[in-house]
């Protein structure tokens, strides 16, 4: 594994041997860059054993601050103008918006942060505080850092917020440029004078700005994951983002891969692999009375029943091919008759409300679990639409999983990969995944407007989408389309997409919910609402995306699109059917449908 | 603060057009159940604030979701005096827009709570048909007036009541952004072609409040207003009002500046000068407060800083009226006083026991449905207490026992049965709407009294009044300071204890404990309650008796509080 970070680095080139490194690698393709860094990364191994020279001098000073009141956000912006205005690069950052993610890039950093309710951290900070506390934190030994706590004596858990952090940072490995210091109510002069020891101290600390360089992207080198050998990706965060009275559970995940070398691009989809539920493995085992520890042949493997069932065989999802075999075991007139030629819909409306076990269930028959194993399909791994930038969040990747439970038939059931991602994988485990890519689902060039229709989890790229584009300042203008069922419960990552209109990176933003009112209102109504504005839009070469169900949304969404252009072109049904055709063909109508 | 000098909310009611901002604009926007921030400052003038279910904000937060926002309505009801028919429109907005509970206030004003943005033009709208309004209920203008609710006197009574109603039309805001907003009126053409000439362009520095007090019941807290008339009756008459300026109880935790203040005794007036005496107090605050700090710009520090004398001067030249000595008066309490009372013309009145001011059916008591059938057939009126209580008013001798018959009905009859202690017990909203709770104070408070009553019974004290009062925070909404168990929130399940206040209102309470949690507060009072019961003098209150023993000093002014507490 190589031990370049995935992310930019501090340039250890001077302007020269930059220059010469770019002409050397110009014009190489990305196969040759590969071996190309490959090959440097060996001969960076072969010097090993240098040790690595006392840590330079960082570049930018991080000037972080949780505050409810107001109090440490005044001291923290006052540092920061200071430490620019002697001409360091410096970033005042609110923990509220500040990415975990960034702390392991960060080599100096400053603190200022009170404490609130019974020692707990101020709200802005709750975020970061929790996961600098958590096992997920990384380590941190390029940092260096200074924490100022706020609080008040009169509580017994006296400035405990500042001092969680304080003995933190440096239990992961970063050193103290001063000691913690720790201010009562009257906090303006010994929070001055910390200020003035940092200052002091920045000297030494930081390169003075410069005009920045160009910054390089390390590149990794290593063995290729895919579907044959997947990464085993550790779970950093699996979080339910539907509220608790959601008829829905939707969870937010984020998976590591660091040292996987795997890459991916906003519109690519990951692949996972996973066990199918306990309980519906054992409801087999009980229902057809047989034994979990016979051994039974998976392709050319033998192996116990209930691992076949478990991790091996698709027991969730009914299929042609299994009906066809019961109907034989069971000898059911009603099953044979489905299957016959003919019979598609009912067939279809079978398939539609039966799981394996309901159809197990329903017509009886006894077989060996040979038979049975026999009669399954392989486990095929699930696509999950990724839900990050790569740029935004280097090493991760982050998905959004509807989780499939329902009861029918008088029983619950589940779906496999979806409850295994949201029930049985908690931080820490890990996950088997590969990167499915899709080139048919990408953003266009940075200046082109993007109109993003997702509803449900169909927003998932979108996330990424906007991530990527305000990692990149992009240009082009940005329209989301959201909808699900209720605006209170439903309303996916809806935080996160208030900043980006808050900041600029979202232009407009239309949602709709079905069941918040009389009437349901869907993605589409808003799309025949805003029929001027696409129209124009599109009229300006916008891109349009789709992505989430495909049953119903898909359709009426393409419907829509249809009318729209229709009416607005004043063109029939045909010609602006055509022309939505066309635009699709140019990649200016991408889906990516499920 | 700006760079002006000028609080935020300066600026933001300066660029506001009249309150307007871009409230029109909040209400539509469909991705946020939240209104523009600058429009948040702005709604409360229409008397609607945003808050969050503060239950839920932290989970919220993790599940990338804003917080579950919704809005507190607050419904001005002058004097406390509402129509049956004005209850029953507000038991049906509180049932299909709010969550279904009315609170009523220490203000005598009614509260609903829950509503959500998507409702809100809907619900201002019904309010409004029903008669009454929000207008005003908060911001920084005159609140609701206060008067006394409970007519032993009732043609003194009738006549303070005309005077609150007649300062509370006085002090409105001429604004015709309100009807814009909410009631679809027209719009003029320009805000700023509107007069507003009594408050002017940025209306006043902070929120002011006041009163009708008619002795000896204290009911009102009229030492905690900003400004107060307190009716002298000479021979049965309306003689004129002796007028109190300077009362507030907000502070915060670790300011001392900040400070709970009893309002001073300015002088006396004739019943014709109320109105002219009020504008000029109002107008000396308006030109004179702090605009800067929000939090030293009430009326109380206004006077402790420029003195009393000085704003004598101001009233006497801006109102032309030259107030004269203060006339004798005495309270004897402040509490409410509950059950059946005849009035001098022969009517009868009810004062029901609403636990912090929450009308809802819960716990076996259906206090909604029975309010509800009240005033299905109730021919008289409503009326609030300060002391979040609810008169049924104005009942003839034969309509008494049908509205006892719905009181057993409902569960609501042995209300007033409860403990003295519990029935001078007050608690602020709090949890969880109130943006500003540092701990629990309405769900909490019936609890801990639960306890305290076995205490207050072990010693025989279970029919002597004690009052006790607990918010959530420093700001006082429960008038904790003149409480004589007086309980303010520092942290989730800490609360400050102070002591010693004058049953009547009129001393301030002493800090005593610290951060205290339930079993330092129930280990404090205990062996006081012990001292008080074996050796109190012949009716003398547990304050006055904290205060002979020492066991806390007295505060003799607002600037002293903290003071007081540190020695
Ligand atoms: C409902 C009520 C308490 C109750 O349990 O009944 C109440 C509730 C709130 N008060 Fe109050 N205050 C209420 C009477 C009071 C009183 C008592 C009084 O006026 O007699 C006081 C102390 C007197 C005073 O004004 O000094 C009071 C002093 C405050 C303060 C501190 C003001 C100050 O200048 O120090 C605030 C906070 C602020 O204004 O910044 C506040 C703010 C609030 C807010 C609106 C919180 C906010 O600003 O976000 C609370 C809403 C909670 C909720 O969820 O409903 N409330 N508030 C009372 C409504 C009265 C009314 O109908 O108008
Ligand atoms: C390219 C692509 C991208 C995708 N992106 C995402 C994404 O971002 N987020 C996401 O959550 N999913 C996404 N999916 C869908 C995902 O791959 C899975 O199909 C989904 O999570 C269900 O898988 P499962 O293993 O949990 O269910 P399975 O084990 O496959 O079981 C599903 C079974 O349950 C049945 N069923 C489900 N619901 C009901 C119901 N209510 N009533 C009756 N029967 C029902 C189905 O008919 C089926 O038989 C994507 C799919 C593709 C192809
Ligand atoms: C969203 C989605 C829908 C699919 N629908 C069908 C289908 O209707 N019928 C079918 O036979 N296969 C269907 N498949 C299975 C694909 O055809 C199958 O995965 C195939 O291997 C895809 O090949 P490709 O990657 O070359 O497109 C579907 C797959 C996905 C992801
Ligand atoms: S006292 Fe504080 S907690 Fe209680 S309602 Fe008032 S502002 Fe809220």
Same mark, same amino acid.
């Given at each position: 594994?190589?031990?370049?970070?995935?992310?930019?680095?501090?340039?250890?080139?001077?302007?020269?041997?930059?220059?010469?490194?770019?002409?050397?690698?110009?014009?190489?393709?990305?196969?040759?860059?590969?071996?190309?860094?490959?090959?440097?990364?060996?001969?960076?191994?072969?010097?090993?054993?240098?040790?690595?020279?006392?840590?330079?001098?960082?570049?930018?000073?991080?000037?972080?601050?949780?505050?409810?009141?107001?109090?440490?956000?005044?001291?923290?912006?006052?540092?920061?103008?200071?430490?620019?205005?002697?001409?360091?690069?410096?970033?005042?950052?609110?923990?509220?918006?500040?990415?975990?993610?960034?702390?392991?890039?960060?080599?100096?950093?400053?603190?200022?942060?009170?404490?609130?309710?019974?020692?707990?951290?101020?709200?802005?900070?709750?975020?970061?505080?929790?996961?600098?506390?958590?096992?997920?934190?990384?380590?941190?030994?390029?940092?260096?850092?200074?924490?100022?706590?706020?609080?008040?004596?009169?509580?017994?858990?006296?400035?405990?917020?500042?001092?969680?952090?304080?003995?933190?940072?440096?239990?992961?490995?970063?050193?103290?440029?001063?000691?913690?210091?720790?201010?009562?109510?009257?906090?303006?002069?010994?929070?001055?004078?910390?200020?003035?020891?940092?200052?002091?101290?920045?000297?030494?600390?930081?390169?003075?700005?410069?005009?920045?360089?160009?910054?390089?992207?390390?590149?990794?080198?290593?063995?290729?994951?895919?579907?044959?050998?997947?990464?085993?990706?550790?779970?950093?965060?699996?979080?339910?983002?539907?509220?608790?009275?959601?008829?829905?559970?939707?969870?937010?995940?984020?998976?590591?891969?660091?040292?996987?070398?795997?890459?991916?691009?906003?519109?690519?989809?990951?692949?996972?692999?996973?066990?199918?539920?306990?309980?519906?493995?054992?409801?087999?085992?009980?229902?057809?009375?047989?034994?979990?520890?016979?051994?039974?042949?998976?392709?050319?493997?033998? $192996?116990?029943?209930?691992?076949?069932?478990?991790?091996?065989?698709?027991?969730?999802?009914?299929?042609?091919?299994?009906?066809?075999?019961?109907?034989?075991?069971?000898?059911?007139?009603?099953?044979?008759?489905?299957?016959?030629?003919?019979?598609?819909?009912?067939?279809?409306?079978?398939?539609?409300?039966?799981?394996?076990?309901?159809?197990?269930?329903?017509?009886?028959?006894?077989?060996?679990?040979?038979?049975?194993?026999?009669?399954?399909?392989?486990?095929?791994?699930?696509?999950?639409?990724?839900?990050?930038?790569?740029?935004?969040?280097?090493?991760?990747?982050?998905?959004?999983?509807?989780?499939?439970?329902?009861?029918?038939?008088?029983?619950?059931?589940?779906?496999?990969?979806?409850?295994?991602?949201?029930?049985?994988?908690?931080?820490?485990?890990?996950?088997?995944?590969?990167?499915?890519?899709?080139?048919?689902?990408?953003?266009?060039?940075?200046?082109?407007?993007?109109?993003?229709?997702?509803?449900?989890?169909?927003?998932?790229?979108?996330?990424?989408?906007?991530?990527?584009?305000?990692?990149?300042?992009?240009?082009?203008?940005?329209? $989301?389309?959201?909808?699900?069922?209720?605006?209170?419960?439903?309303?996916?990552?809806?935080?996160?997409?208030?900043? =980006?209109?808050?900041?600029? =990176?979202?232009?407009?933003?239309?949602?709709?919910?079905?069941?918040?009112?009389?009437?349901?209102?869907?993605?589409?109504?808003?799309?025949?609402?805003? +029929?001027?504005?696409?129209?124009?839009?599109?009229?300006?070469?916008?891109?349009?995306?789709?992505?989430?169900?495909?049953?119903?949304?898909?359709?009426?969404?393409?419907?829509?699109?249809?009318?729209?252009?229709?009416?607005? +072109?004043?063109?029939?049904?045909?010609?602006?059917?055509?022309?939505?055709?066309? $635009?699709?063909?140019?990649?200016?109508?991408?889906?990516?449908?499920? | 603060?700006?760079?002006?000098?000028?609080?935020?909310?300066?600026?933001?009611?300066?660029?506001?057009?009249?309150?307007?901002?871009?409230? +029109?604009?909040?209400?539509?926007?469909?991705?946020?159940?939240?209104?523009?921030?600058?429009?948040?400052?702005?709604?409360?003038?229409?008397?609607?604030?945003?808050?969050?279910?503060?239950?839920?904000?932290?989970?919220?937060?993790?599940?990338?979701?804003?917080?579950?926002?919704?809005?507190?309505?607050?419904?001005?009801?002058?004097?406390?005096?509402?129509?049956?028919?004005?209850?029953?429109?507000?038991?049906?907005?509180?049932?299909?827009?709010?969550?279904?509970?009315?609170?009523?206030?220490?203000?005598?004003?009614?509260?609903?709570?829950?509503?959500?943005?998507?409702?809100?033009?809907?619900?201002?709208?019904?309010?409004?048909?029903?008669?009454?309004?929000?207008?005003?209920?908060?911001?920084?203008?005159?609140?609701?007036?206060?008067?006394?609710?409970?007519?032993?006197?009732? +043609?003194?009574?009738?006549?303070?009541?005309?005077?609150?109603?007649? $300062?509370?039309?006085?002090?409105?805001?001429?604004?015709?952004?309100?009807?814009?907003?909410?009631?679809?009126?027209?719009?003029?053409?320009?805000?700023?072609?509107?007069?507003?000439?009594?408050?002017?362009?940025?209306?006043?520095?902070?929120?002011?409040?006041?009163?009708?007090?008619?002795?000896?019941?204290?009911?009102?807290?009229?030492?905690?207003?900003?400004?107060?008339?307190?009716?002298?009756?000479?021979?049965?008459?309306?003689?004129?009002?002796?007028?109190?300026?300077?009362?507030?109880?907000?502070?915060?935790?670790?300011?001392?500046?900040?400070?709970?203040?009893?309002?001073?005794?300015?002088?006396?007036?004739?019943?014709?000068?109320?109105?002219?005496?009020?504008?000029?107090?109002?107008?000396?605050?308006?030109?004179?407060?702090?605009?800067?700090?929000?939090? =030293?710009?009430?009326?109380?520090?206004?006077?402790?800083?420029?003195?009393?004398?000085?704003?004598?001067?101001?009233?006497?030249?801006?109102?032309?009226?030259?107030?004269?000595?203060?006339?004798?008066?005495?309270?004897?309490?402040?509490?409410?006083?509950?059950?059946?009372?005849?009035?001098?013309?022969?009517?009868?009145?009810?004062?029901?026991?609403?636990?912090?001011?929450?009308?809802?059916?819960?716990?076996?008591?259906?206090?909604?449905?029975?309010?509800?059938?009240?005033?299905?057939?109730?021919?008289?009126?409503?009326?609030?207490?300060?002391?979040?209580?609810?008169?049924?008013?104005?009942?003839?001798?034969?309509?008494?026992?049908?509205?006892?018959?719905?009181?057993?009905?409902?569960?609501?009859?042995?209300?007033?049965?409860?403990?003295?202690?519990?029935?001078?017990?007050?608690?602020?909203?709090?949890?969880?709407?109130?943006?500003?709770?540092?701990?629990?104070?309405?769900?909490?408070?019936?609890?801990?009294?639960?306890?305290?009553?076995?205490?207050?019974?072990?010693?025989?004290?279970?029919?002597?009044?004690?009052?006790?009062?607990?918010?959530?925070?420093?700001?006082?909404?429960?008038?904790?300071?003149?409480?004589?168990?007086?309980?303010?929130?520092?942290?989730?399940?800490?609360?400050?204890?102070?002591?010693?206040?004058?049953?009547?209102?009129?001393?301030?309470?002493?800090?005593?404990?610290?951060?205290?949690?339930?079993?330092?507060?129930?280990?404090?009072?205990?062996?006081?309650?012990?001292?008080?019961?074996?050796?109190?003098?012949?009716?003398?209150?547990?304050?006055?008796?904290?205060?002979?023993?020492?066991?806390?000093?007295?505060?003799?002014?607002?600037?002293?509080?903290?003071?007081?507490?540190?020695?």
């Amino acid at each position: 594994m190589s031990t370049l970070a995935a992310d930019s680095i501090a340039l250890p080139l001077d302007a020269q041997q930059l220059g010469e490194l770019q002409r050397a690698v110009a014009g190489l393709a990305p196969a040759q860059l590969t071996w190309v860094s490959g090959y440097v990364a060996g001969l960076a191994a072969a010097d090993g054993g240098r040790t690595a020279p006392a840590a330079p001098p960082g570049e930018t000073l991080t000037v972080l601050y949780g505050s409810q009141t107001g109090n440490g956000q005044t001291i923290a912006e006052r540092l920061a103008e200071r430490a620019r205005d002697q001409g360091y690069a410096t970033n005042l950052v609110s923990l509220a918006d500040y990415k975990p993610a960034n702390l392991k890039r960060e080599t100096l950093l400053t603190l200022v942060v009170s404490t609130h309710g019974e020692g707990d951290p101020p709200d802005d900070a709750e975020l970061f505080h929790e996961f600098v506390l958590s096992d997920r934190a990384p380590k941190l030994a390029k940092l260096r850092y200074a924490v100022l706590a706020l609080g008040d004596s009169s509580y017994s858990n006296f400035c405990q917020t500042g001092r969680d952090f304080d003995t933190r940072l440096a239990e992961l490995g970063g050193e103290r440029v001063q000691p913690l210091v720790e201010c009562d109510l009257d906090y303006e002069d010994a929070a001055a004078a910390w200020a003035e020891n940092v200052l002091a101290e920045l000297p030494e600390l930081l390169k003075p700005a410069e005009s920045p360089l160009p910054r390089l992207r390390a590149v990794k080198n290593v063995a290729t994951f895919d579907k044959s050998n997947p990464f085993p990706a550790e779970v950093l965060a699996n979080q339910k983002i539907t509220a608790a009275d959601s008829s829905k559970d939707v969870r937010h995940i984020e998976l590591s891969l660091e040292g996987s070398g795997l890459r991916y691009e906003p519109g690519d989809s990951l692949a996972v692999i996973v066990h199918n539920p306990p309980q519906l493995v054992s409801e087999f085992l009980n229902e057809l009375g047989l034994d979990a520890e016979e051994a039974v042949t998976v392709g050319s493997e033998s $192996l116990p029943l209930r691992q076949a069932l478990d991790e091996k065989l698709e027991i969730t999802a009914a299929n042609q091919g299994f009906l066809r075999a019961w109907a034989g075991f069971s000898g059911a007139n009603e099953l044979s008759k489905l299957v016959e030629p003919g019979n598609n819909a009912a067939l279809a409306r079978f398939l539609e409300t039966h799981q394996i076990i309901d159809v197990v269930r329903k017509y009886s028959a006894r077989i060996s679990a040979e038979t049975f194993v026999g009669s399954l399909r392989k486990l095929s791994p699930r696509s999950y639409s990724i839900a990050s930038s790569p740029a935004a969040n280097p090493d991760e990747v982050h998905l959004t999983v509807a989780a499939v439970r329902y009861e029918a038939l008088g029983r619950p059931h589940w779906g496999a990969a979806s409850t295994h991602l949201a029930d049985r994988v908690a931080e820490g485990d890990s996950v088997r995944v590969f990167v499915e890519p899709n080139p048919r689902f990408r953003l266009p060039s940075d200046d082109t407007p993007i109109i993003m229709i997702g509803p449900g989890t169909g927003v998932a790229p979108f996330r990424a989408f906007i991530e990527e584009r305000v990692e990149r300042g992009a240009t082009g203008r940005n329209w $989301l389309f959201f909808g699900d069922r209720t605006f209170r419960n439903d309303f996916l990552y809806q935080l996160e997409w208030l900043r =980006h209109r808050k900041n600029g =990176h979202l232009d407009r933003l239309d949602v709709a919910f079905s069941r918040d009112r009389g009437s349901k209102v869907y993605v589409q109504h808003r799309l025949r609402e805003n +029929a001027r504005d696409i129209y124009g839009w599109l009229d300006e070469g916008a891109v349009i995306y789709v992505c989430g169900d495909a049953k119903h949304m898909a359709g009426d969404v393409h419907d829509a699109l249809i009318e729209i252009i229709a009416a607005q +072109a004043g063109r029939n049904r045909d010609d602006a059917e055509r022309r939505l055709k066309e $635009l699709r063909r140019a990649g200016r109508y991408q889906r990516d449908v499920y | 603060m700006s760079a002006n000098g000028l609080s935020d909310v300066e600026r933001i009611k300066a660029a506001s057009r009249r309150l307007r901002g871009t409230l +029109a604009k909040s209400l539509v926007d469909p991705v946020t159940g939240a209104l523009a921030e600058d429009d948040t400052q702005l709604s409360k003038f229409h008397g609607i604030y945003q808050q969050d279910d503060r239950d839920v904000r932290s989970e919220r937060k993790r599940q990338r979701l804003e917080p579950a926002y919704s809005f507190m309505i607050r419904a001005r009801v002058p004097g406390g005096v509402l129509t049956p028919v004005q209850w029953l429109n507000m038991d049906r907005i509180a049932n299909t827009y709010a969550n279904g509970t009315v609170r009523l206030t220490t203000r005598q004003a009614i509260q609903l709570h829950g509503v959500i943005k998507w409702r809100l033009k809907e619900t201002i709208a019904a309010i409004n048909e029903g008669l009454m309004d929000t207008l005003a209920a908060c911001g920084d203008v005159n609140r609701n007036v206060m008067a006394p609710p409970l007519p032993q006197l009732s +043609a003194l009574h009738r006549e303070v009541h005309q005077h609150a109603e007649a $300062l509370s039309a006085r002090l409105t805001p001429a604004t015709r952004a309100y009807h814009e907003i909410w009631l679809d009126g027209k719009k003029l053409d320009s805000g700023a072609a509107e007069k507003e000439p009594i408050y002017g362009d940025t209306y006043l520095p902070r929120k002011f409040k006041s009163t009708f007090a008619i002795p000896p019941q204290n009911d009102v807290d009229v030492y905690s207003q900003d400004l107060g008339f307190i009716a002298i009756s000479e021979a049965g008459r309306l003689a004129g009002f002796n007028v109190t300026v300077g009362g507030g109880m907000g502070m915060s935790h670790g300011e001392p500046d900040t400070y709970p203040r009893l309002a001073d005794v300015l002088g006396f007036c004739a019943p014709g000068d109320v109105l002219e005496v009020a504008e000029a107090v109002v107008t000396t605050q308006r030109d004179f407060g702090d605009r800067g700090n929000r939090k =030293h710009a009430r009326l109380k520090y206004t006077i402790e800083d420029r003195g009393i004398a000085w704003f004598r001067d101001q009233v006497t030249a801006r109102s032309g009226v030259v107030l004269q000595a203060p006339r004798p008066f005495r309270f004897v309490g402040n509490g409410d006083v509950y059950g059946w009372q005849q009035d001098d013309s022969g009517l009868w009145h009810y004062t029901l026991f609403v636990e912090n001011g929450r009308v809802a059916d819960a716990g076996g008591v259906d206090l909604l449905a029975g309010l509800r059938a009240i005033a299905g057939t109730h021919t008289g009126e409503f009326r609030l207490t300060p002391n979040q209580n609810l008169i049924i008013s104005n009942v003839s001798d034969d309509a008494r026992a049908p509205i006892d018959a719905l009181l057993a009905e409902h569960g609501i009859g042995n209300t007033i049965r409860a403990s003295a202690l519990r029935l001078h017990s007050m608690a602020c909203v709090g949890m969880p709407t109130c943006g500003l709770a540092m701990a629990e104070s309405e769900r909490y408070l019936p609890a801990l009294v639960d306890r305290l009553e076995r205490l207050v019974k072990a010693n025989g004290l279970e029919a002597v009044p004690i009052t006790i009062r607990m918010t959530g925070c420093p700001n006082g909404c429960a008038r904790p300071y003149i409480a004589e168990i007086g309980l303010v929130g520092k942290g989730p399940g800490r609360y400050n204890l102070y002591l010693g206040a004058g049953f009547a209102g009129e001393r301030l309470n002493s800090l005593h404990l610290e951060n205290a949690d339930e079993d330092d507060i129930v280990g404090a009072l205990s062996p006081l309650l012990q001292d008080y019961a074996s050796s109190r003098g012949d009716a003398e209150r547990f304050g006055d008796f904290l205060v002979r023993t020492g066991v806390v000093r007295e505060v003799r002014a607002g600037r002293e509080f903290h003071a007081a507490a540190r020695d």
